[in-house]
């Protein structure tokens, strides 16, 4: 959480900061108070696994909490889920498969578990019963019509993908993740104005209250305007942009053609994550516009 009080320190008004800093705290106290009241509560430590994860960027110690919690609870569904994803956000693809099953096996109700962890177990292309699978199980699931409509994408099916993100922007309130992958889409069909317009109503948004800077960097992506790109996720890193935790797993789809840059590469190296071509093989990589939406669904 030190780096929202720099944020601040930068930029006193930084309202993404304060608000980052003020669920962190809530959180980390909430969690904090649940382990000095039983140390031994497994779902405690997968609660602060999370908040390392996704706040911290500290991924040995997010590692470490959902082992510990695993060696608490072994049954734990949530434990399996959380350290498969922090394999996944460091690029440990293989390893990520085995708790992920183990987490859907132990509850195959879960629409979450049902999408990602299905969606990784099968592979990104793989035909979608995954995802049909959680959406039956919830239909008001906007991360699984988000996902589908990647999968419908990369098969040819781009009315198909629309109509889903349709339904996900509805669904989400317009959060900033589907209206990302929209945006994303109108500019791959060549739909330049509609991107632009979808980019114009985000930029609106920040300028009158907190909107992820990531976002609004993945459309400039999408229209080929790096620079900007690359300013914009400067700035989602300094206001400790939730998103920036996906930045490996988003890498191959969202920050395509941002690879080399050294710009890019140091943000990276900020997170501890491998540069592109410096990776070991491991197998598979998620694609960015599939994976799930941070922790407050933007």
């Given at each position: 959480?030190?780096?929202?009080?720099?944020?601040?320190?930068?930029?006193?008004?930084?309202?993404?900061?304060?608000?980052?800093?003020?669920?962190?705290?809530?959180?980390?106290?909430?969690?904090?108070?649940?382990?000095?009241?039983?140390?031994?509560?497994?779902?405690a430590h997968v609660a602060r696994g999370w908040i390392q994860l996704w706040y911290d960027w500290d991924w040995d110690a997010a590692e470490a909490s959902f082992r510990r919690?695993?060696?608490?609870?072994?049954?734990?569904?949530?434990?399996?889920?959380?350290?498969?994803?922090?394999?996944?956000?460091?690029?440990?693809?293989?390893?990520?498969?085995?708790?992920?099953?183990?987490?859907?096996?132990?509850?195959?109700?879960?629409?979450l578990f049902n999408a990602i962890g299905g969606w990784v177990i099968a592979g990104p292309d793989q035909p979608s019963h995954h995802l049909d699978r959680a959406l039956e199980l919830d239909p008001d699931y906007f991360l699984g019509w988000v996902m589908r409509a990647g999968v419908r994408q990369r098969a040819g099916d781009a009315a198909g993908a629309l109509a889903d993100l349709e339904q996900a922007r509805r669904l989400c309130g317009d959060c900033s993740h589907a209206l990302t992958i929209l945006g994303r889409l109108h500019a791959a069909q060549g739909r330049t104005e509609d991107a632009r317009a979808l980019l114009a109503r985000m930029q609106a948004r920040r300028q009158a209250g907190y909107w992820p800077a990531s976002s609004l960097a993945a459309l400039h992506v999408a229209l080929d305007e790096r620079d900007a790109a690359l300013d914009l996720l400067e700035q989602a890193w300094a206001e400790r942009d939730t998103r920036m935790a996906f930045l490996l797993l988003d890498r191959p789809v969202r920050w395509a053609g941002l690879e080399q840059a050294p710009r890019f590469q140091a943000l990276q190296a900020r997170l501890r994550l491998p540069v592109a071509g410096t990776e070991p093989a491991t197998g598979r990589t998620a694609s960015a516009d599939t994976s799930a939406p941070d922790r407050d669904g933007r």
């Open positions: 959480m030190a780096e929202f009080q720099q944020a601040l320190e930068r930029d006193p008004d930084c309202a993404g900061a304060y608000a980052g800093l003020a669920y962190a705290y809530r959180a980390l106290a909430a969690v904090d108070r649940a382990l000095a009241l039983d140390p031994d509560l497994a779902e919690a695993l060696e608490l609870d072994p049954g734990l569904a949530e434990a399996h889920f959380g350290l498969g994803n922090l394999y996944m956000h460091t690029g440990r693809m293989d390893q990520a498969r085995a708790p992920l099953r183990q987490a859907l096996a132990l509850d195959p109700l879960s629409p």
